[in-house]
């Protein structure tokens, strides 16, 4: 304004007389254009307009006048209408700088940011010393990208105008998106000490302390620029940005409704609220308010990601990767937006492109933790176990205080046998995050696979997770409504992230197919992302199938309530994808954990544990937070149909006597490996074979065979096999002629794979209960003379066996016969039993006195 003043004070003399009628008396059109700009001053438009109006019927071409309805037409919002006013008046006088400078900022309003720039540029050439075009001209530079112009647009109005306040404004918003936030929060502080009621500048120094991550402090800044301007939208939206950060969800959730509701056609707030509701796990909301701020603003990419990160969460997969590349099409250089693609493409089980994708991501910024850490998923995914360990150690060196990648870096040392170093990796990812559930369940799998690790140890690990993540859950826990009565059908809720080709899947699978379905109703929880045939199988032997993958604890414990199930039975453990901490809720009146990892939660909302009494002895079951159920057997087996034929015993065609292990190389450990040598050596001519999908690494492979030669064991010797399909890897007992179990885990599946294929497994029973998994499935089987309690009998039945050819030959062609006709292998008789434990503990639920 302070330019049209200028402006009309220097024209008034040179502007021609004529009359013209106002009221009842007749003023010349300089004295008119005098009084509506005075009007137009005092904030009157609709007066101010009529007189412009009267003017331009007089004369049409009288530029002032065009000049100051364009004016009006900016204030009033009539953007298009003002800039053709004031092109017109442009068009009468084009060397006039105040009306380019006007004609600018009509386009700025128009987002015609290249022909402001032309206008201002012409303004500032024509009248150097005007001030407010060079503020001007910096605006429409910082909105095409020319950062360092812009900022010396703006220095240069300050170096004419030392207190204009507008400009302070602007360079602090310039140097704020040129990263320069120090020196921006100086610029701010100066504006709103020249113009103490400038909102903007309040508004904006908000900004630059939230960017500086001061959130407490611009708070105040946000909320001063609303006392001053109750109305401006973007100040209620930056609140909220503030108030998100700072946790206050609900707060943040009510100003990003009072931004829209001010400014309907505003998009930020919809994202932003998106972002809270997606961060309160209303994520069908924040879906909708995504899809709103793309209405608005179909070229909005953060929008577009964050409906990707929304549609990811509720598991649909395909959408998701769609948002993504589109957010990328319009930010085709935003690494955050390739990284999570690779996010996406990875729970699609799409690894290669998932690498594609981190590695376009580092390309654009090398030093890009996230990036890093999600390669390190995809590489440890596809068997590259070194190359994953190096990315996870890139993460943490440019990220130290990263919870996840330290956990995923154990899980990398882990499936390696680099046992002490994983802990250490999972007690610093729980040092940085103490609730960190899932690190914590890992540190937990850790300790099953650690020599000197006992079972009170273990047992309290798993009572001091509950404590730390469950016990306030299960504290709250409300009563269950379902009716009492024991012999009435029964619903039983399985659930698990292996509901697929696993090999859990060969022992829970036929349990729930074989169901009697007169008497129980069977609901599957299933987490898995990815299905496959064995999905559809479960899928088709369930009554109810339910995804949860997306699904928080509370909503999945909630929809179990709602489901109405009388026995909920976790199949998975601490392993990877459990959902312990909805069991921690109590949504079921009989909760037990069976067949997974079977080895106890530390729940004390965890009723049961179905075990028998070899796995866990009557002596050690004190140290359990679950009662321990017997079954027959802890598990069952049902081999697949594709299974191949027994083949003859190797070693009677001539072959060297080959000892195997088919089991993750972490269960081998260096006591173990010390007993393979003796034994090894013992029997000239003989060797190990060692298969595990993680072999296929090379890295891991060398170092697997360092260790073997630290004991003793050559190349030579040594056998080393990677992955395979599932029928090819039964294929390869027909190689083997005597199983080895390793220590402190022995095999579960694993076990029963090698006993199904003719190969008798000789084991060593420890004080642990995955030390007695083998041990528990060789007592069912009757073979009890194949468990060792001691180094020396572990040694010394191995070699009894293998110097025995013939008796391992009549082995070989008895075993799946004799593994058949037991309860092992006989799973409806397996299935009968679980059904008779079931009806066992709901009795016992609805017996008991009710409140």
Partial sequence: MAALVREYGEREGRVGVHGMSQGSRSVAIPQAVQIAFELLEAGN????????????????????????????????????????????????EPSNPYFLNSLGNACLKLNRDVDAESCFRRSVALAPEYFEAHNNLATALKRLG??????????????????????????????????????????????????????????????????????????????????LRPDYAEAHSNLGNALFDMGRLEQAEQCYRRAFALKPDYARPYCNLANTLLKMERVEEAEQNYRRAIALQPGYSEAHGGLAVALRTLGRLEEAERSWRR???????????????????????????????????????????????????????????????????????????????????????????????????????????????????????????????????????????????????????????????????????YVSADFRRHSAYYIFAPIIRLQHRSAFEVICYSGVKNEDDATLVIRESAHWWRSTSGISDESLAEQIRSDRIDILVDLSGHSAGNRLLVFARKPAPVQITAWGHATGTGLETMDYFFADPVLVPESERQYFSEEVIDLPCCICYEPPEYAPAV?????????????????????????????????????????????????????????????????????????????????????????????????????????????????????LVGSTTPSRLTASILTALGKQDWIARSDDEYVGKALDMAGDLPRLAHIRKELRTCMAGSILGDVPAYTRAVESSYRTLWRRWCERPRP
């Fill in 45 to 92: 438009l609709q007066k101010a307009q009529t007189i412009l109006l009267q003017i331009l019927e007089v004369e049409p071409d009288h530029p002032d006048a065009l000049h100051l309805l364009g004016i009006i037409g900016l204030q009033a919002g009539d953007f298009e209408r003002a800039r053709e006013a004031i092109a017109k008046a442009v068009d009468l």
């Fill in 647 to 763: 083949s003859p015993l190797p070693s009677l065609a001539g072959t060297p006597l080959t000892f195997g292990c088919l089991n993750r190389i972490e269960k081998i450990s260096g006591r173990i490996l010390g007993l393979w040598a003796q034994i090894l050596g013992a029997v000239p001519n003989s060797r190990i074979l060692i298969k595990d999908s993680r072999i296929e690494d090379s890295g891991t492979r060398e170092q697997l065979l360092r260790r073997l030669a630290g004991h003793g064991i050559g190349r030579e010797r040594v056998c080393l096999l990677g992955p395979s399909p599932h029928i090819e890897h039964l294929k390869i007992y027909g190689e083997v002629d005597l199983a080895l179990d390793p220590f402190p885990h022995g095999g579960g599946v694993s076990s029963m794979e090698a006993l199904w294929m003719g190969v008798p497994v000789v084991t």
């Fill in 146 to 227: 020319g950062l360092e112009e812009a900022e010396r647009s703006c220095r240069g109005a300050l170096a004419l105008q030392p207190d204009y306040a507008e400009a302070h404004n602007n360079l602090a918003n310039t140097l704020f998106e040129m990263g320069r936030l120090e020196e921006a929060e100086q610029c701010c502080d100066r504006a709103v000490a020249l113009k103490p009621d400038f909102a903007e500048a309040h508004n904006n120094r908000g900004n630059v302390l939230w960017k500086l991550g001061r959130p407490d402090e611009a708070e105040p800044c946000y909320r001063k620029a609303l006392v």
């Fill in 327 to 493: 957010a990328l099409e319009l930010k085709p250089d935003h690494a955050e937006a390739h990284s999570s693609l690779g996010s996406t493409l990875f729970e699609m089980g799409r690894f290669g492109d998932a690498e594609r994708s981190y590695l376009q991501a580092l390309a654009l910024q090398p030093d890009h933790a996230e990036a890093h850490y999600n390669l390190g998923l995809a590489l440890s995914h596809t068997g590259r176990l070194e190359d994953a360990e190096r990315h996870y150690r890139r993460a943490l060196e440019l990220k130290p205080a990263f919870p996840e990648a330290h956990d995923n870096l154990g899980s990398v040392l882990s499936h390696i046998g680099r046992l002490e170093e994983a802990l250490t990796c999972y007690r610093g990812a729980l040092a940085l995050k103490p609730d960190y559930a899932e690190a914590h369940s890992n540190l937990i799998f850790v300790l099953d696979l650690l020599e000197h690790c006992d079972t009170p140890e273990q047992q309290e690990e798993r009572r001091r997770w509950y404590v730390q993540h469950g016990r306030v859950f299960g504290h709250s826990a409300s009563p269950h409504d379902n009716s009492p009565d024991p012999a009435r059908k029964l619903r039983i809720g």
